[in-house]
């Protein structure tokens, strides 16, 4: 993946081509050093992006209270995230390509 730096913000705003009529979407991606990485996308690709974003926040928070619940009947963090690996694993192996 290249050099990993701290994502600080991603903002993205509405815009319309002045010269096609065509919407778009400026996207821009702050790291914590101030770097800018900055492109435009379809409305489509980024509603595509945030269903995949709200996916990811809602499948982190159910890993937590997951991975809280197995610490507690197996009363070992590492034994319960090691569970929670496996079965991420299995689940990723029984989906569809």
């Not at 903002?11 to 996207?27: A, K, N, Q």
């Not at 159910?62 to 991975?67: G, K, P, V």
Request: hydrophobic share 45%.
């Amino acid at each position: 993946m290249g050099d990993l730096r701290g994502l600080a913000s991603v903002d993205v705003e509405s815009g319309v081509s002045l010269f096609t009529g065509e919407p778009f979407c400026s996207v821009t991606a702050t790291d914590t050093t101030g770097a800018v990485f900055a492109g435009q996308l379809t409305p489509a690709e980024v509603r595509t992006m945030a269903e995949g974003f709200i996916g990811a926040a809602e499948a982190a928070e159910q890993e937590a209270n997951l991975l809280e619940f197995l610490t507690e009947l197996v009363d070992d963090k590492n034994k319960a995230a090691f569970v929670l690996a496996e079965l991420r694993r299995r689940l990723r192996a029984k989906r569809p390509s």
